[in-house]
C-alpha cells in the first residue's frame, strides 16, 4: 500500500480518544545521527553489538565495553531529537492513555518532552555499581562525557561502574514489564523504527494484537514482523508520523 494511503487510512481510524501505544527503537533516532544497531554503521571497531552488550564481555573487558559506551554517550550527547520524537511528545499530550515503551537508550524521547517513557532497555544516562555495593543506589543519573577514566570507578566502593542498560541475557525490569504489558491494552500499537528481532520487545507488537490493538509498523525496511501486523508503511518515521499527525490535526 502507498505511504500516502496508509496514512488516509490510519486517518480515518484514529479518534481523538483513541488508546495509543506506541513501541520505538534505533530507527526513530536514525534522522538525530545516533547510529543504529544492525544498519551500516552499525559495528564499533568491527564488534557486533551483541558481542559488547553483554555481562560476560563486560566481564572480560570492562574497557573495552566502556569504550563503545563513552564513544556512544559523546556521539549522543550532540544529538537532537527529530520530528518523529516531537510529534510523538505531542501525541503524549493529546491522546489520553498514551504509552510510550522505548527500545533506544539514548534519552531522545525524553528530550523532545515526552513524559513516563517506558524505557524498555534502560538508559546509557545512567550508572550503577558493577558489584551493587552497600553504599550506592540501585541506579543513578550520570552525563559526564567523556569519562576522563575508562571504566569508570564507583564513587562508593572504588570498584567497576557499569551503564545503566540491559545487556542481551539480563532480564528486563520487573516494573517496566508490568507497565509494557498494561501498555498493550490500546486501539492501536505502533511499532517505529525497529528490526523486531530483539525479544522480548520483538514480542509486544503481536500480544497487542491478540489483546485487540489495531498494529502498524512504520519502518524503511521489512522486519519479521511485518506480516504479522495489521499494516506495515516501510518510509522513514520522521516523515509518515508527522504527515499522519498534521491529517489528524485537519480532522480535530
Ligand atoms: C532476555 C541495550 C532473558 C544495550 C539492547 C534466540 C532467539 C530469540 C531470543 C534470543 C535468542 N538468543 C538470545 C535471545 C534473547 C536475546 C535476543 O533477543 N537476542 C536476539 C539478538 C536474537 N534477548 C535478550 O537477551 C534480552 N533479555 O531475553 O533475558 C532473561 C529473562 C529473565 C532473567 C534473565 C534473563 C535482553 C535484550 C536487550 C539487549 N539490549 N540494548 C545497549 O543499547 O547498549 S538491544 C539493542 O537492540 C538496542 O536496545 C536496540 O534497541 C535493540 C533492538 O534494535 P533496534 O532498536 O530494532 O535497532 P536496529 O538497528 O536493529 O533496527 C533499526 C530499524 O530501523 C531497522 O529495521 C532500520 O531499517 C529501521 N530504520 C532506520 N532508519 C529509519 C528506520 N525506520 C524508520 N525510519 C527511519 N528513519
Ligand atoms: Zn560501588
Same mark, same amino acid.
Given at each position: 500500500? @502507498? $505511504?500516502?494511503?496508509? !496514512?488516509q487510512?490510519?486517518?480515518? +481510524? !484514529?479518534?481523538?480518544?483513541s488508546?495509543?501505544? &506506541?513501541?520505538?527503537?534505533a ?11 544492525r544498519?551500516?554503521?552499525g ?9 559488547? %552488550?553483554?555481562?560476560?564481555?563486560f566481564r572480560?573487558d *570492562? ?10 554517550? /559523546?556521539? !549522543? +550527547? ?12 505531542a501525541?503524549?499530550?493529546?491522546f489520553? /492513555? =498514551? +504509552? ?5 537508550v539514548?534519552?531522545?524521547?525524553? @528530550?523532545a518532552?515526552?513524559?513516563? #517513557?517506558?524505557? =524498555?532497555?534502560?538508559s ?14 540501585? +541506579?543513578?543519573?550520570?552525563?559526564? #562525557? ?5 571504566p569508570? @570507578? ?13 545487556? =542481551?541475557?539480563?532480564? !528486563? ?18 511499532? &517505529?523504527? $525497529?528490526?523486531? &528481532?530483539?525479544?522480548? %520487545? ?7 494484537r ?13 522486519? *519479521? ?8 508503511v516501510?518510509?522513514p ?16
Amino acid at each position: 500500500m @502507498k $505511504t500516502e494511503d496508509a !496514512i488516509q487510512q490510519l486517518g480515518r +481510524r !484514529i479518534k481523538p480518544d483513541s488508546r495509543i501505544t &506506541v513501541l520505538t527503537g534505533a530507527g526513530v533516532s536514525a534522522a538525530s545521527g545516533v547510529p543504529t544497531f544492525r544498519g551500516p554503521d552499525g559495528l564499533w571497531k568491527n564488534h557486533p553489538p551483541e558481542q559488547l %552488550a553483554t555481562p560476560e564481555a563486560f566481564r572480560r573487558d *570492562p574497557r573495552l565495553v566502556w569504550e563503545w559506551y563513552n564513544w556512544r554517550r /559523546e556521539r !549522543i +550527547r550532540g544529538c537532537q531529537p527529530n520530528a518523529a520524537h516531537l510529534t510523538l511528545a505531542a501525541w503524549s499530550r493529546r491522546f489520553p /492513555e =498514551f +504509552r510510550l515503551i522505548t527500545q533506544n537508550v539514548d534519552g531522545l524521547h525524553e @528530550k523532545a518532552g515526552t513524559e513516563n #517513557v517506558i524505557r =524498555f532497555h534502560g538508559s546509557i544516562w545512567e550508572v550503577l555499581c558493577w558489584d551493587r555495593c552497600a553504599g550506592s543506589p540501585p +541506579r543513578w543519573w550520570d552525563e559526564t #562525557v567523556p569519562f576522563p577514566m575508562v571504566p569508570p @570507578k564507583c564513587p562508593h566502593c572504588g570498584g567497576l561502574l557499569r551503564p545503566g542498560v540491559v545487556w =542481551f541475557g539480563e532480564g !528486563i525490569d520487573p516494573d517496566v514489564l508490568e507497565r509494557s504489558a498494561a501498555a498493550l491494552n490500546c486501539d492501536l500499537f505502533f511499532s &517505529v523504527g $525497529t528490526s523486531a &528481532v530483539v525479544y522480548p %520487545a520483538a514480542g509486544l507488537a503481536s500480544q497487542a494484537r491478540r489483546h485487540g490493538a489495531y498494529t502498524i509498523e512504520v519502518n524503511v525496511e521489512g522486519t *519479521p514482523a511485518s506480516n504479522l501486523l495489521d499494516l506495515s508503511v516501510q518510509a522513514p518515521a520522521e516523515e509518515v508520523l508527522p504527515a499522519l499527525d498534521l491529517l489528524l490535526q485537519s480532522k480535530f
